[in-house]
């Protein structure tokens, strides 16, 4: 059943179990029936415009990642070793980078959240 058919029938489900306990008149459970496909079709569209924009969002911050530890990377072979600064030009260096790669796994830890947030929130 794909997950169009399954949303349409827990609305349909949904909505005439409420419109029942208010005691719905016969023209209102028709009318539910009869339009349920439609509400489905046009909350399936919402899931996935939702869905698809937090994916793109945790792509982007992905991405951010991997550039952040390549200059990570970078800025790690090119140390010069200075002698008698106890490694403190190595330590800066990475330090640095080290920051902005917290950064940026913090920016894709929010932004998965979200996305599993929005997931929670259509699935239940």
Known sequence: MSFESQLK???KARMRADAIGNKASDQVLGD????????AYAVAND????????LKA?????????VALAAFMTAFTRV???PGDGGAATK???????S??????TGLKQTNTKLEG?????VG
């Open 80 to 82: 010069v070793i200075v």
């Open 9 to 11: 029938a827990r609305l």
């Open 92 to 98: 800066a260096a990475c330090a640095a980078s080290a």
């Open 100 to 105: 902005q790669i917290t950064a940026k796994v």
């Open 47 to 54: 899931v996935q415009l939702s869905l698809a924009a937090d």
């Open 32 to 39: 539910i029936d009869k339009n349920a496909g439609d509400i």
């Open 118 to 122: 929005t997931v929670t929130s259509y």
């Open 58 to 66: 945790v792509t982007k911050a992905h991405d951010e990642l991997l």
